[in-house]
């Protein structure tokens, strides 16, 4: 019973306490009492987290019964139910009693029981705050290590050698020393790239390493909303502003005040939002749709786009004054299909972080599906690996992800780019032969993986016997799943 919240029901009228009760009784603790004495018993051996209480009764009114107990056990969570709707028994329920809810006869069931698990809500977060303002007062050094310790821990998330995850040879170096060069410099930057690449994570590795780490960072995608959203989003406003402005809200802009604000896909804004934004942009300070008064707002911009602005901005898609205020800095972010190098150790990393986010565990990634990830062009990048490696994880049943897990259309790309690529052939060393063979072996094996190993097919497709096919994997040694990948640790 300790994990079924307890309800205590008070009415005079036993067919209304029996009806209460049946209803409940399926998710609550229910102690139902028809007088004040029985009620004042089940309080006092009772760990009650609800009161549901009739309004009339004849020893005393709910709103006086609530009134009585409040001081007594503040914790429980005080609701009156009644015919009567009177609007100063409400007032006297709410300023006297103290409760959370009043509720008018006749009443639906189901409607009942979603205010009373919103009553328990309350009652959880109140003991939450309660514990946690302990926590606070007993422990404020244990406190403050902790948001230390954990402000560190995001910090080295977003370090060059451990957040941007590449090969020591990646063509990304240049890029990440651009970034550790820009960071401490309270500059805009654009970044620019494909979708996919981790403009976002070289955004916050910007701010993380630069003077305005101990702040903010908020994040918008620029490309996702009307003008009216995004400028609300952006710049707050008041209560009335528009249809569905039901109360006053703080934009991202104030909520970034010291700190970083990341615009993302800026290139998809209108030309009219983009004159708002140059203004808030050339005067340092917004005013929230609705509101008559300028607030000053001290932010770092960093921008990004998957577009060519300088195009836009020949073509008037783009203002020219905005994009020279957002790229004081511009970082182009390359396709994975251009940094091939850092496609395995990208894998592990992805892999290693999937097993934490889903609790299960494999030993690794087979060699014939790292060599599919390397034949494949990745043209949703980086976010494409990450669904892909999250699929074969979930669906994984082996020690190793193979090949068998990998898509149809990664396994069946076309390999004729990777076989020709200088950087393959310029890894083969020895005489003409031996050169020759060692590709020979690389398309073999390729085919094979990429066709399942249905050496029927790869012969056909090579121009080959079957026997032609045998006796050459047989002089080089190739067999399914002859080797794998292990992935255990971190790839920097």
């Given at each position: 019973?300790?994990?079924?919240?307890?309800?205590?029901?008070?009415?005079?009228?036993?067919?209304?306490?029996?009806?209460?009760?049946?209803?409940?009784?399926?998710?609550?603790?229910?102690?139902?009492?028809?007088?004040?004495?029985?009620?004042?018993?089940?309080?006092?051996?009772?760990?009650?987290?609800?009161?549901?209480?009739?309004?009339?009764?004849?020893?005393?009114?709910?709103?006086?019964?609530?009134?009585?107990?409040?001081?007594?056990?503040?914790?429980?969570i005080r609701m009156i139910i009644s015919g009567y709707?009177?609007?100063?028994?409400?007032?006297?329920?709410?300023?006297?009693?103290?409760?959370?809810?009043?509720?008018?006869?006749?009443?639906?069931?189901?409607?009942?029981?979603?205010?009373?698990?919103?009553?328990?809500?309350?009652?959880?977060?109140?003991?939450?705050?309660?514990?946690?303002?302990?926590?606070?007062?007993?422990?404020?050094?244990?406190?403050?290590?902790?948001?230390?310790?954990?402000?560190?821990?995001?910090?080295?998330?977003?370090?060059?050698?451990?957040?941007?995850?590449?090969?020591?040879?990646?063509?990304?170096?240049?890029?990440?020393?651009?970034?550790?060069?820009?960071?401490?410099?309270?500059?805009?930057?654009?970044?620019?790239?494909?979708?996919?690449?981790?403009?976002?994570?070289?955004?916050?590795?910007?701010?993380?390493?630069?003077?305005?780490?101990?702040?903010?960072?908020?994040?918008?995608?620029?490309?996702?909303?009307?003008?009216?959203?995004?400028?609300?989003?952006?710049?707050?406003?008041?209560?009335?502003?528009?249809?569905?402005?039901?109360?006053?809200?703080?934009?991202?802009?104030?909520?970034?005040?010291?700190?970083?604000?990341?615009?993302?896909?800026?290139?998809?804004?209108?030309?009219?939002?983009?004159?708002?934004?140059?203004?808030?942009?050339?005067?340092?300070?917004?005013?929230?749709?609705?509101?008559?008064?300028?607030?000053?707002?001290?932010?770092?911009?960093?921008?990004?786009?998957?577009?060519?602005?300088?195009?836009?901005?020949?073509?008037?898609?783009?203002?020219?004054?905005?994009?020279?205020?957002?790229?004081?800095?511009?970082?182009?972010?390359?396709?994975?299909?251009?940094?091939?190098?850092?496609?395995?150790?990208?894998?592990?990393?992805?892999?290693?972080?999937?097993?934490?986010?889903?609790g299960k565990q494999v030993k690794g990634i087979s060699?014939?599906?790292?060599?599919?990830?390397?034949?494949?062009?990745?043209?949703?990048?980086?976010?494409?690996?990450?669904?892909?490696?999250?699929?074969?994880?979930?669906?994984?049943?082996?020690?190793?992800?193979?090949?068998?897990?990998?898509?149809?259309?990664?396994?069946?790309?076309?390999?004729?780019?990777?076989?020709?690529?200088?950087?393959?052939?310029?890894?083969?060393?020895?005489?003409?032969?031996?050169?020759?063979?060692?590709?020979?072996?690389?398309?073999?094996?390729?085919?094979?993986?990429?066709?399942?190993?249905?050496?029927?097919?790869?012969?056909?497709?090579?121009?080959?016997?079957?026997?032609?096919?045998?006796?050459?994997?047989?002089?080089?040694?190739?067999?399914?799943?002859?080797?794998?990948?292990?992935?255990?640790?971190?790839?920097?």
């Open positions: 019973m300790d994990n079924i919240p307890s309800i205590l029901v008070l009415d005079d009228e036993q067919r209304s306490l029996e009806s209460i009760q049946r209803i409940l009784d399926d998710r609550f603790d229910v102690h139902i009492a028809n007088t004040i004495q029985q009620a004042e018993d089940i309080l006092q051996r009772e760990w009650i987290q609800i009161l549901l209480c009739d309004h009339r009764m004849p020893e005393m009114t709910g709103v006086e019964f609530t009134e009585k107990i409040r001081d007594a056990y503040p914790d429980i709707t009177e609007s100063g028994d409400i007032i006297d329920a709410i300023n006297k009693g103290g409760i959370y809810q009043y509720i008018t006869k006749p009443w639906h069931p189901d409607e009942l029981i979603t205010k009373l698990n919103n009553a328990v809500d309350l009652f959880r977060l109140q003991r939450a705050n309660a514990q946690l303002a302990v926590e606070l007062k007993l422990k404020p050094d244990t406190i403050e290590a902790a948001m230390i310790k954990k402000r560190q821990a995001l910090k080295s998330r977003y370090d060059w050698d451990q957040g941007i995850v590449r090969s020591p040879d990646s063509v990304m170096n240049d890029v990440c020393n651009l970034i550790r060069n820009v960071a401490s410099f309270d500059v805009s930057v654009l970044l620019t790239g494909e979708s996919g690449t981790g403009k976002e994570l070289c955004a916050r590795a910007l701010h993380y390493n630069s003077l305005r780490q101990d702040e903010i960072f908020v994040a918008e995608n620029c490309g996702a909303l009307p003008d009216e959203l995004l400028e609300s989003e952006l710049f707050g406003h008041k209560r009335g502003a528009f249809t569905g402005a039901n109360e006053d809200r703080i934009g991202m802009f104030e909520l970034a005040n010291g700190g970083t604000i990341f615009l993302d896909e800026i290139g998809e804004t209108t030309p009219a939002f983009q004159v708002k934004l140059l203004r808030v942009l050339q005067e340092g300070e917004i005013r929230p749709l609705g509101s008559n008064k300028r607030r000053p707002i001290d932010v770092r911009i960093i921008a990004a786009t998957n577009r060519n602005l300088e195009e836009d901005v020949r073509t008037g898609k783009f203002r020219q004054d905005l994009y020279y205020r957002l790229a004081t800095f511009e970082v182009d972010i390359p396709p994975l299909r251009d940094r091939k190098e850092d496609i395995i150790p990208l894998a592990i990393s992805i892999l290693n972080e999937s097993m934490d986010l889903f060699e014939e599906a790292l060599q599919c990830f390397q034949t494949y062009q990745w043209p949703g990048n980086v976010r494409e690996m990450q669904n892909e490696i999250k699929r074969m994880l979930v669906l994984g049943q082996k020690d190793y992800l193979g090949s068998e897990l990998v898509s149809e259309h990664i396994l069946h790309a076309t390999p004729e780019e990777s076989v020709a690529d200088m950087t393959i052939l310029n890894s083969i060393s020895g005489t003409l032969k031996e050169r020759v063979e060692s590709l020979e072996a690389r398309i073999l094996k390729e085919t094979l993986i990429r066709l399942r190993w249905n050496k029927t097919q790869a012969a056909q497709e090579l121009g080959l016997s079957r026997v032609g096919l045998r006796n050459k994997l047989e002089r080089y040694g190739l067999e399914k799943n002859s080797n794998v990948e292990s992935i255990e640790g971190d790839a920097a």
